[in-house]
């Protein structure tokens, strides 16, 4: 085999790279997003997606990736017991954090 096939073989060909400038942003965005769910915490908030969906309730735990909000309300995608249980959202997903 030719060096040229064995290097195209080793390394992947890349789908998609972010550039540096939305990397940073994404993390910044991330960063102020956890930041004011932090702020809220054990508050009831109402909290609005991009996709339009609205969920009410108390903002429990927050990470990198999600905010966990114990709901009280009945949604299909709700584990546990409907009337009460903890809903992960994205955080790349929220629109709108409102105190209630």
């Known amino acids: 085999m030719s060096d040229k096939k064995k290097q195209a073989a ?3 060909t890349l789908v998609y790279q972010a550039d ?3 990397s940073a942003t994404v993390n910044d965005i991330r960063d102020k997003v956890m930041r004011l769910c932090g702020n809220h915490m054990n508050k009831y908030v109402c ?3 991009s996709d339009g969906r609205c969920y009410e ?3 429990m735990h ?3 990736s999600f905010v966990y909000l114990q709901c009280t309300m009945r949604d299909p995608r709700l584990f546990n017991n409907p009337y009460s249980a903890v809903l ?3 955080l ?3 629109l709108v954090i409102a105190p209630r």
């Open 47 to 49: 909290v609005k997606m």
């Open 92 to 94: 790349f997903d929220l």
């Open 20 to 22: 540096s400038v939305h």
């Open 57 to 59: 309730g108390v903002i």
């Open 10 to 12: 080793a390394s992947p």
């Open 62 to 64: 927050v990470d990198r």
């Open 88 to 90: 992960p959202l994205m």
